[in-house]
């Protein structure tokens, strides 16, 4: 009969507990996922392209559209702000500009009983009053309320005269600049 014999056929040196052993070991199990995870995350990638690039085309002819729309439009916008800074302008200058108006009727609070105006010129700086006085006071009282008026500026009596028709009349002419 025969005799039964262990054969073993693996090394009997310990190679597989040796470190170069557990890291070949290691390399052999854990290296083949570490290649398949990176294999697949390569692939992704690579299909992912595909995707991005076709959203990065859609961008690109999205903003060539809207480009075109905005030079379209790029006309109307300028002469529309053209037309607003003119209008900003002509409010200002509509805002600072003393109208004859408001002028006279501050004017026209000044002017004594014994006073009366028989011409009025307004230019755009200058202000000529013509007129009569009943009374030195009353001429006077006019002049220098017209030279404490804030709007006006080198008050001066220009002509002056009298005339005695019965009673005193004093004919006067005023000049004065209107301040801006």
């Excluded at 595909?50 to 085309?57: E, N």
């Excluded at 509509?94 to 009366?116: C, D, F, G, W, Y």
Aim: with cysteine; charged share 20%.
């Amino acid at each position: 009969m025969s005799s039964r014999h262990k054969v073993n056929l693996l090394p009997k040196d310990e190679f597989e507990y040796s470190n170069l052993g557990k890291f070949i070991k290691w390399a052999v199990s854990v290296g083949r996922w570490i290649v398949v995870i990176t294999e697949f995350i390569v692939i992704c990638a690579f299909l992912s392209r595909f995707y991005f690039d076709t959203v990065l085309a859609n961008l690109f002819d999205e903003t060539k559209q809207k480009q075109a729309m905005i030079d379209s439009a790029t006309s109307f916008e300028n002469n529309f702000r053209q037309i607003q800074k003119k209008l900003k302008v002509v409010k200002d200058i509509l805002a600072q500009r003393e109208t004859p108006s408001t002028l006279m009727a501050e004017i026209n609070q000044k002017i004594p009983s014994t006073v009366t105006l028989t011409g009025i010129t307004i230019t755009k700086d200058k202000l000529n009053l013509s007129g009569y006085s009943l009374s030195e006071g009353g001429l006077q009282t006019f002049f220098s309320g017209l030279s404490n008026h804030p709007k006006l500026s080198k008050v001066t009596l220009t002509n002056i005269s009298s005339a005695n028709e019965g009673f005193l009349v004093i004919n006067f002419n005023i000049t004065a600049l209107i301040k801006k």
